[in-house]
Nanobody, 117 residues
Framework: QVQLVESGGGLVQPGGSLRLSCTAS????????LGWYRQAPGKQRELVAS???????NYAESVKGRFTISRDNAKNTVYLQMNSLKPEDTAVYYC???????????WGQGTQVTVSS
């Protein structure tokens, strides 16, 4: 069974940093497009950042210049480095792995990020 396991969430003060990790098992990781999404209370889940199998990245306007997505195919892991965090970044962050040609769309369980003083 495919598993995506996130880690690295927590409580941080405004202006601080966190690094989220998501490790996948039982998929050919290097062939998958990967993404980080977030969902704040009362809001819809939104795409934060994505990286395709070739390494091209895409970011939501609200996080450009502050967040960086990267992948390590040897470790089956995708990262989200989050700097200059703001209270509005508070949400549950979810990892996603997608391979459209096979209609594979896998999600992690989510990790809470809270930005507060």
């Amino acid at each position: 069974q495919v598993q995506l396991v996130e880690s690295g969430g927590g409580l941080v003060q405004p202006g601080g940093s966190l690094r989220l990790s998501c490790t996948a098992s039982r998929i050919i990781f290097r062939l998958y497009a990967l993404g980080w999404y977030r969902q704040a209370p009362g809001k819809q889940r939104e795409l934060v950042a994505s990286i395709n199998s070739g390494g091209s990245t895409n970011y939501a306007e609200s996080v450009k210049g502050r967040f960086t997505i990267s992948r390590d195919n040897a470790k089956n892991t995708v990262y989200l480095q989050m700097n200059s965090l703001k209270p509005e970044d508070t949400a549950v962050y979810y990892c996603n792995a997608k391979r459209s040609v096979l209609r594979h769309d896998y999600w992690g369980q989510g990790t809470q990020v809270t930005v507060s003083s």
